[in-house]
């Protein structure tokens, strides 16, 4: 029996460290993971109601057109229900795009270093991937645009980026967006839509009526705090969304997940506070490290990368050590760097904590 072709050498997806491992292998009463951009804060209560409610009905298959969370979206964002493709996270609405839309032989354009997800789809339909490196961090747009030729089907906009947390604004996403050809999918990738506080951050979903090229990204699993549910969106044209469909799963997403995003969405207040804390916690935490000379980028989002001038993996061990579950960034692209998911004020405490004994700084613990 044999894979196909473009699936030689492919390695399965590497999570972050789960707690349950760390702790033992550690010998840890207590493992804080702050790896995977969760919400520390966990999900709104309201969801988790819903979740035990959908749970009474889990003999029947899902609402495979996920009505309910639709048309609320669709309400949400003012476009039309034929614009939004629900998918097993929006992992699964990448993984719908390039089935549909990627030929052997064809490529796509991203960042890098970005959201290794599409690249990984693009290998497995025997696609190419024309990596454009980020320039001081942020994705270099002209550059981007250079690298699309006639083979381009798409080009992927990580916005904020993952892992860097830094975000294209408006202006140069526009122009970006008015130059790409017609025929190439522009993707701009949102996960962290909601976290975002920068003033001249782009509005997308407007740009959907000019723009028949574009699709946007959002998610439950990140600010929402959902991810274990696995459910998120794409909004695009009907025309684009009428096209790719057809290589969507009956039942992707499942009833428990539906009746969590839909509750998810209403909870408004439960969104509000957890965003404005991550606002909060981001500002404590860049002011320690501009305090101590430390190198970051700007993030956007709910995570940090963080210049360590030193491999990784001696920060990320350290870190482990003390029961912090980060990302290597040596898996990411940035050798020299940690990712810190933002976590609860006394997780954040607790790690620069660790930062401080680790560099011997002389200031006393928070
Ligand atoms: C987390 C993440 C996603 C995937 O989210 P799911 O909806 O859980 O599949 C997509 N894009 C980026 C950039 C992410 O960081």
Redesign the pocket.
């Known amino acids: 029996m044999k894979v196909k072709e473009s699936m030689i050498g492919l390695v399965p997806y590497q999570p972050g460290r789960s707690m349950e491992e760390v702790k033992q292998e550690l010998g840890l009463d207590q493992v804080v993971k702050l790896a ?2 969760e919400n520390p804060y966990g999900a709104s209560p309201k969801a988790i109601s819903a979740v035990s409610d959908a749970v009474q009905g889990i003999a029947v298959y899902p609402d495979g057109y996920a009505k309910k969370i639709r048309e609320k979206t669709a309400e949400k964002l003012h476009v039309s229900e034929k614009q939004l493709l629900f ?6 609405v ?1 993984l719908i795009l390039c089935r549909a839309m990627l030929n052997p032989g064809e490529n796509i354009v991203t960042a890098h270093p ?2 290794p ?1 599409y690249k990984h789809n693009a290998v497995i339909e025997g696609a190419d991937t024309v990596e454009v490196p980020l320039k001081n961090g942020v994705h270099d747009l002209d550059a981007m645009l250079q690298a699309i030729t006639e083979k381009t089907k798409i080009v992927f906009v ?1 916005n904020p ?2 892992p860097s947390g830094t975000y294209v604004n408006e202006a140069a996403f526009l122009d970006f967006l008015n130059k790409v050809p017609e025929d190439v999918l522009v993707v701009s ?1 949102e ?2 839509y909601e976290y975002v506080t920068a003033a001249d951050y782009p509005d997308t979903i407007p740009l959907l009526k000019d723009h028949p090229n574009l699709l946007i ?1 959002r ?4 600010a929402y705090g959902l ?1 274990s549910l ?3 969106f794409g909004v695009g044209s009907e025309a684009l969304i009428q096209a790719v469909e057809p290589g969507r799963e009956p039942f992707n997403t499942n009833s428990a997940a539906q009746a969590a995003a839909e509750a998810a969405l209403d909870d408004t207040t439960f969104l509000q506070e957890c965003t404005e804390k991550n606002a909060e916690e981001m500002r404590k935490f860049t002011d320690f490290l501009d305090r101590h000379g430390f190198s970051y980028y700007p993030s956007e989002a709910n995570f940090l990368l963080l210049s360590v001038h030193r491999p990784g993996g001696e920060v990320f061990d350290r870190l482990l050590r003390a029961g912090y579950i980060v990302r290597n960034g040596e898996a990411l692209g940035f050798p020299e760097h940690v990712r810190i998911t933002l976590g609860t004020r006394e997780q954040n405490q607790g790690i620069r904590n660790e930062i401080r004994r680790w560099l011997e700084l002389d200031e006393p613990d928070e």
Do not use: H, M, P
Not at 87 to 92: A, T, V
């Open positions: 995977s951009n998918g097993n996270g929006s992992d699964e990448i970005t959201f997800q990580c980026n993952n990738d996960a962290y990204l998610t439950f699993s990140k991810a696995r459910v998120g």
